[in-house]
């Protein structure tokens, strides 16, 4: 029988960082382009995505830093969903700034109307499991990498996140940034961006299409020496909805696990 295997790629890149006017001299050094290095994969399962995710761990570095208060002098920070308690998970709204106050992971989401983390089977009383409770179908169509939430953005396909000194209101950014994906169908549908501080594209690409027709999992993370201070993610080309399926046409995907750099304050 043979197995599917991830397919990952790494690629190192330069792009000149854009300028804002400046009242220092006119003679002043343009600055240093930005370098980065993108891992990308995809896979039938967890297991087959496993190596790519544990290679942009080791590019953002250790520890694990959780959800400790302040920055923290070296490592990342994870975002898997998992313990969202059910009082923020669907059918409910989750708050958009959970993730930097109640679980102070120095991330705050925008772009839609609202964000939802699933329902897992602890208690099926509150949803089914991967959305079920927005279309009855999505539980055959997403699969998950870390058992068993996801997160999915609401009436729109877009969402923004920005980046804050974990459990405070202080701006802050990050050195990288990656996603895990589910169903990405098709090339060209669901793409991540990082922008500066001032709101200048830094660095975007597409994420791969996944393997299966059902389930996949796809993943695209980049690093940088730049000062990403917000990521904006498009996932697939439609919505979720109640009368919004999954075809050869409409490409529905939702995200699981997010990884980024520490974030430090903005100086």
């Given at each position: 029988?043979?197995?599917?295997?991830?397919?990952?790629?790494?690629?190192?890149?330069?792009?000149?960082?854009?300028?804002?006017?400046?009242?220092?001299?006119?003679?002043?050094?343009?600055?240093?382009?930005?370098?980065?290095?993108?891992?990308?994969?995809?896979?039938?399962?967890?297991?087959?995505?496993?190596?790519?995710?544990?290679?942009?761990?080791?590019?953002?570095?250790?520890?694990n830093n959780g959800s400790a208060?302040?920055?923290?002098?070296?490592?990342?920070?994870?975002?898997?969903?998992?313990?969202?308690?059910?009082?923020?998970?669907?059918?409910?709204?989750?708050?958009?700034?959970?993730?930097?106050?109640?679980?102070?992971?120095?991330?705050?989401?925008?772009?839609?109307?609202?964000?939802?983390?699933?329902?897992?089977?602890?208690?099926?009383?509150?949803?089914?499991?991967?959305?079920?409770?927005?279309?009855?179908?999505?539980?055959?169509?997403?699969?998950?990498?870390?058992?068993?939430?996801?997160?999915?953005?609401?009436?729109?396909?877009?969402?923004?996140?920005?980046?804050?000194?974990?459990?405070?209101?202080t701006p802050a950014a990050v050195?990288?940034?990656?996603?895990?994906?589910?169903?990405?169908?098709?090339?060209?549908?669901?793409?991540?961006?990082?922008?500066?501080?001032?709101?200048?594209l830094l660095w975007g690409d597409?994420?791969?299409?996944?393997?299966?027709?059902?389930?996949?999992?796809?993943?695209?993370?980049?690093?940088?020496?730049?000062?990403?201070?917000?990521?904006?993610?498009?996932?697939?080309?439609?919505?979720?909805?109640?009368?919004?399926?999954?075809?050869?046409?409409?490409?529905?995907?939702?995200?699981?696990?997010?990884?980024?750099?520490?974030?430090?304050?903005?100086?």
């Amino acid at each position: 029988m043979l197995r599917r295997l991830a397919v990952i790629a790494i690629t190192t890149g330069a792009v000149t960082a854009a300028l804002l006017p400046s009242s220092g001299p006119a003679s002043a050094a343009p600055a240093a382009p930005a370098a980065f290095t993108k891992i990308q994969g995809a896979a039938a399962n967890a297991a087959g995505l496993q190596g790519t995710v544990d290679a942009y761990r080791l590019l953002l570095g250790n520890p694990n830093n959780g959800s400790a208060l302040g920055t923290q002098p070296a490592g990342r920070r994870e975002i898997n969903w998992d313990g969202t308690p059910d009082a923020q998970s669907s059918p409910n709204a989750l708050p958009r700034d959970f993730f930097n106050t109640t679980v102070p992971r120095g991330a705050v989401f925008s772009g839609a109307s609202a964000f939802q983390v699933s329902a897992d089977s602890s208690n099926p009383s509150s949803a089914p499991v991967r959305f079920g409770n927005i279309n009855s179908t999505y539980p055959s169509v997403f699969g998950t990498f870390s058992p068993e939430r996801l997160f999915t953005p609401i009436n729109s396909n877009k969402t923004t996140i920005k980046f804050f000194v974990p459990g405070s209101t202080t701006p802050a950014a990050v050195k990288g940034f990656g996603a895990v994906f589910t169903d990405v169908d098709k090339a060209g549908t669901t793409r991540v961006e990082v922008y500066d501080r001032w709101g200048g594209l830094l660095w975007g690409d597409w994420v791969p299409a996944g393997t299966t027709s059902s389930k996949s999992l796809s993943f695209l993370g980049v690093t940088t020496d730049a000062d990403i201070a917000e990521v904006r993610i498009t996932t697939g080309n439609a919505a979720l909805g109640a009368w919004t399926n999954d075809t050869s046409s409409t490409d529905l995907v939702v995200m699981d696990d997010f990884l980024y750099g520490e974030p430090k304050a903005l100086s």
